[in-house]
């Protein structure tokens, strides 16, 4: 079973910058292209980033050029450098396989951008 750990949410100001990180445990085929997701206060998750095991990536309009998605596949990690941060950034991040069923969600990271 893949579990997902999300890491390096926080509180910062707009303008500002976060990494986050997400460790993957387990194999499972579906991680070949993992995504990130953001979940605002009374809204539904949304598709953030995606990146294949070869590198591919794609981003919702929305953090195109501010955003970077990456992944170290000898350690399961994917990490989202998240750059000139907005206040309607502000929301749960959380990192699973980009495919149409996902996995058990983890716990997610907070992102707060706010001044």
């Known amino acids: 079973q893949v579990q997902f750990v999300e890491s390096g949410g926080g509180l910062v100001q707009p303008g500002g910058s976060l990494r986050l990180s997400c460790a993957a445990s387990g194999s499972n085929s579906r991680l070949y292209v993992m995504a990130w997701y953001c979940q605002a206060p009374g809204k539904q998750r949304d598709l953030v980033a995606s990146?294949?095991?070869?590198?591919?990536?794609n981003y919702a309009d929305s953090v195109k050029g501010r955003f970077t998605i990456s992944r170290d596949n000898a350690k399961n990690t994917v990490y989202l450098q998240m750059n000139d941060l907005k206040p309607e950034d502000t929301a749960v991040y959380y990192c699973n396989t980009a495919s149409r069923t996902p996995l058990p969600w983890g716990q997610g990271t907070q992102v707060t951008v706010s001044s």
């Open positions: 990146i294949s095991r070869a590198g591919t990536t």
